[in-house]
C-alpha cells in the first residue's frame, strides 16, 4: 500500500519559515521523481517545486529564492524549505509521487495546510 504522508505546516507569520516533509512507504523511492503542489481557496492546484529522481529542481517563478526543495533516498522523504512566506503562500501543500519509468503510477499525499498571516 503506497502513503505519502505530508507534515510541517502551520500557521507562520509574514516573513517566517516553514518546513514541509513528506515521507513515502509502498515505493522504490530512488524510481520517483517527487512535487510539492498548492492549492488555494478558489483557485486551481499549482506545481510549486520538484525534484527529479536524480535530484534535480524546479521551482514556480513566485517561488523562486525563497523556496527550497530536498530529498533524502534514505529516509524516502522528500522536503520543501519556505522561507520569506508571504501571505499569497496560504494554501493546502500536496506531495506527488510520480514514477519516472512508469508514468501511470502517480500518488498524492492528503495536503498540509499552510497559512501565512499576522
Known amino acids: 500500500q503506497v502513503q505519502l504522508v505530508e507534515s510541517g505546516g502551520g500557521l507562520v507569520q509574514p516573513g517566517g519559515s516553514l518546513r514541509l516533509s513528506c515521507a513515502a512507504s509502498?515505493?522504490?523511492?530512488?524510481?520517483?521523481?517527487m512535487d510539492w503542489y498548492r492549492q488555494a481557496p478558489g483557485k486551481q492546484r499549482e506545481l510549486v517545486a520538484g525534484?527529479?529522481?536524480?535530484?534535480?529542481?524546479n521551482y514556480a517563478d513566485s517561488v523562486k529564492g525563497r523556496f527550497t526543495i530536498s530529498r533524502d533516498n534514505g529516509k524516502n522523504t522528500v522536503y520543501l524549505q519556505m522561507n520569506s512566506l508571504k501571505p499569497e503562500d496560504t494554501a493546502v501543500y500536496y506531495c506527488?509521487?510520480?514514477?519516472?519509468?512508469?508514468?501511470?503510477?502517480?500518488?498524492w499525499g492528503q495536503g498540509t495546510q499552510v497559512t501565512v498571516s499576522s
Open positions: 506527488n509521487a510520480r514514477n519516472v519509468f512508469a508514468v501511470q503510477y502517480e500518488y
Open positions: 509502498g515505493i522504490i523511492f530512488g524510481l520517483y521523481a
Open positions: 525534484i527529479t529522481n536524480g535530484g534535480s529542481t
